[in-house]
């Protein structure tokens, strides 16, 4: 067998960069029947009646066509909703394309000395161009140092108090690593993967401060007491993401949207692929605006029974952390959190866990029916009732 030359070996056709590129790990996904799944804060609730049908009719002639470019009946709907224009909204698949796109619109890649240097953070180094960062709070949502990496850009994780509140603008300006003129800073809020949620007062004082854009991860919104959409309407420098994935369960059809000031959205609008967002999750996610109180009231019952689990968990010796999201994040009793993961999945259920040094020691696990929470707390029984670790 003839042996291929080093450059031409297929991995030497692949930039360095993506050679070395950590990819971002998505939660698992096995096809098992009985399987119950609380580690990908999926909504337990089917999508409304009115959405099912909605995407039946759709299945028709249509699928030889090419899907609105701009989502604009989509837009125009979103825009009533929120009080705003179709200019100030930009549709993706999935809020995840949209955080990649405000990465390579607003964030200029680092040479990799620059990259190396920035992520050691050390005070013999020169700092980084400001426009090269790209700066998070951790713990928070695991794609964001990713897209950094992929962009060639300098990741800025700046860690969030011990109890994983936000920083002031104080502690923030003393840390020494927090950069108010980063190019692009991502908050998750409510936070994941630890579920807590920031005040709205909170996030304008840091949002005002800051010199480049801002997004707002609002993923699990719906699931808080309050929302902060309307700093993107009033901040130039604000972005919104929104998702239709966890809150009205379209995980399946992929669409998010972002919310922001009429020049940035149109920034995005050109770089984004061509027809990013397909056919029938546009027709679904507009069918989902006509039935908002069906979901409103899967929300509601979300709620119930998330205030059900924590007392379940806590009284069995779990910490719960107070959570503004459709997940609980806690720290489990007896055993590793790792360990856990790995007894619950033995019972067919699926929980997450990071492997971080600020996460290790916890699980998160999504808020599923009733019938998955009572199975979930029954498991937990038994395993505190078993044989303790022996390893």
């Not at 998505?26 to 399987?35: A, D, F, N, V, W």
């Not at 990071?354 to 029984?381: H, K, M, N, W």
Request: charged share 20%; with cysteine.
């Amino acid at each position: 067998m003839r042996t291929i030359p080093t450059s031409r070996r297929p991995s030497a056709w692949i930039r360095p960069l993506v050679r070395q590129l950590r990819a971002y790990v998505p939660g698992e996904q096995p096809k098992i029947p009985g399987l119950i799944k609380l580690n990908t804060n999926e909504n337990p609730y089917p999508p409304s009646p009115i959405v099912l049908a909605a995407v039946r009719e759709a299945v028709d002639g249509r699928l030889r066509l090419y899907p609105d470019p701009t989502a604009e009946a989509l837009r125009e709907a979103l825009a009533r909703l929120h009080s705003c224009e179709p200019a100030n909204i930009i549709v993706g698949n999935g809020s995840d394309e949209l955080l990649a796109l405000a990465t390579r619109a607003f964030v200029a890649p680092a040479s990799r000395s620059a990259r190396e240097a920035g992520q050691t953070a050390q005070p013999q180094y020169t700092a980084p161009p400001p426009q090269t960062l790209v700066q998070y709070f951790t713990p928070s949502y695991s794609l964001y140092p990713v897209l950094a990496d992929i962009h060639g850009a300098v990741r800025r994780p700046v860690p969030l108090r011990p109890d994983f509140a936000l920083p002031n603008l104080a502690e923030l300006g003393t840390e020494g690593r927090w950069h108010f003129g980063a190019a692009l800073t991502f908050i998750t809020t409510p936070n994941a993967p630890t579920g807590r949620g920031y005040a709205t007062a909170e996030l304008r004082v840091l949002c005002a401060a800051m010199g480049g854009v801002v997004v707002l991860d609002e993923t699990y919104v719906d699931f808080a007491p309050e929302q902060a959409l309307a700093l993107a309407l009033r901040l130039p420098q604000v972005l919104v993401a929104r998702t239709f994935s966890k809150a009205y369960s379209l995980c399946f059809q992929r669409v998010g949207y972002f919310v922001g000031h009429p020049q940035l959205i149109a920034a995005l609008h050109k770089i984004k692929d061509s027809y990013n967002v397909n056919g029938l999750g546009q027709v679904a996610a507009l069918a989902t605006l006509t039935d908002l109180p069906y979901y409103r009231a899967n929300f509601r019952r979300i709620l119930r029974t998330r205030e059900t689990l924590a007392r379940e968990l806590a009284a069995l010796g779990f910490q719960v952390l107070p959570s503004a999201a459709n997940f609980l994040f806690t720290r489990p009793p007896r055993f590793s959190a790792r360990e856990w993961r790995a007894r619950l999945r033995d019972r067919r259920i699926l929980v997450r866990w990071f492997d971080a040094p600020e996460t290790r020691d916890y699980l998160r696990i999504s808020v599923g029916s009733e019938a998955e929470t009572d199975a979930l707390v029954q498991a937990v029984r038994e395993i505190l009732a078993g044989p303790r670790a022996t390893g």
